[in-house]
């Protein structure tokens, strides 16, 4: 590897994602989600009312990439999509009962990829690292 790479902070960031991402979908792989699907449901869960753009704005993700993550998400009938009651114009994404189920099923298996990271790393990293990535992301 060279020296730039290996100091990359990009390359360094996408690898690491890369390897996380990997751990969280095997062990959610029994529910059927991927783990930026469980993320995406999350969000949903916690944010009221939640529109297209708050989603998007939460993710950190285009309309268009938020559309196209949301697809298999209603058509395995975890969210649905509908007019606002308020703003017809605002469209406004509710978990299903099936939806608030299968987060039922995913929060454990999630729960155990996080202690996974904190037991590898110690929880004095962890805590710096999520500071540090926040940092990053503002």
């Known amino acids: 590897m060279h020296h730039e790479t290996e100091n990359c902070t ?5 690898a690491a994602t890369r390897s996380l991402t990997r751990r969280y979908d095997e062990l959610m792989a029994g529910t059927g989600l991927l783990s930026t699907q469980f993320s ?3 969000f949903i869960e916690r944010k009221k009312d939640c529109g297209m753009a708050d989603l998007a704005e939460g ?6 990439t938020v559309t196209r ?3 298999p998400l209603v058509s395995a009938r ?5 007019p606002s009651r308020y703003d017809k114009r605002r469209k406004e994404i ?3 009962s099936n939806g608030k189920q299968i ?4 929060r454990p298996l999630w729960v155990q990829a996080q202690d996974e990271i ?19 992301r503002s």
């Open 10 to 14: 990009g390359f360094n960031l996408r």
């Open 59 to 64: 993710m950190d993700m285009d309309i268009s």
């Open 69 to 71: 993550n949301l697809a």
């Open 118 to 136: 904190v037991r590898k790393i110690g929880a004095k990293r962890y805590k710096e690292l999520l500071e540090t990535l926040r940092a990053i």
């Open 78 to 82: 975890y969210v649905a999509i509908r």
């Open 94 to 96: 509710r978990l299903t």
């Open 40 to 42: 995406i449901l999350n």
């Open 103 to 106: 987060i039922q099923e995913a």
